[in-house]
């Protein structure tokens, strides 16, 4: 994939320099041109396309923010309710992801999410310790979330 990439930043270059500007709209022309020869010449490279990566990277980050949004609605109908009527606690998840890299993104990107906090983590048991703002209400949505968030991370890393 580090070869395609190189390779298409060169396309981009040598396109760049055989025209008179030298801007960035000419080399962004280039580089697509250079992704859509790399992309035909596909078989010839040892790993798939990178363009499937960068895809799956774009459709994590969507999904990140609407997850984000989700919560926050979530979280903001809680707290201006006139009576505060939340139950916190901290539950256990358990995570099919290996590596430790796959795990720090899961972590994060729950963490960033709003009315959960990652506590801790068990990576030789594959567990999680989150502690959600409103147990009734969080539970469900935090694991599927966690779901949604492994599959996505798999498709990114592997």
């Not at 990178?50 to 990140?64: A, E, P």
């Not at 539950?91 to 430790?100: A, G, R």
């Not at 963490?111 to 030789?124: F, H």
Request: zero cysteines.
């Amino acid at each position: 994939m580090t070869l395609q990439i190189l390779l298409n930043l060169v396309i981009g270059m040598v396109w760049m320099l055989l025209h008179d500007e030298w801007n960035m709209l000419t080399f962004t022309i280039g580089f697509l041109i250079g992704s859509i020869f790399i992309f035909a010449l596909r078989r010839f490279f040892p790993g798939p396309f990178y363009g499937l990566k960068i895809w799956s990277i774009i459709k994590l980050l969507i999904l990140f923010n609407v997850e984000l949004v989700k919560s926050s609605l979530i979280v903001i109908g809680q707290i201006t309710r006139p009576k505060l009527n939340i139950q916190p606690g901290i539950f256990k998840l358990e995570t099919k992801l290996k590596s430790d890299w796959e795990i720090i993104m899961l972590t994060n990107l729950l963490a960033l999410t709003p009315g959960s906090a990652v506590l801790e983590i068990a990576p030789q048991e594959g567990v999680m310790y989150i502690h959600a703002m409103d147990m009734a209400e969080f539970r469900h949505s935090i694991a599927k979330t966690k779901d949604l968030f492994e599959e996505a991370i798999i498709e990114v890393m592997r």
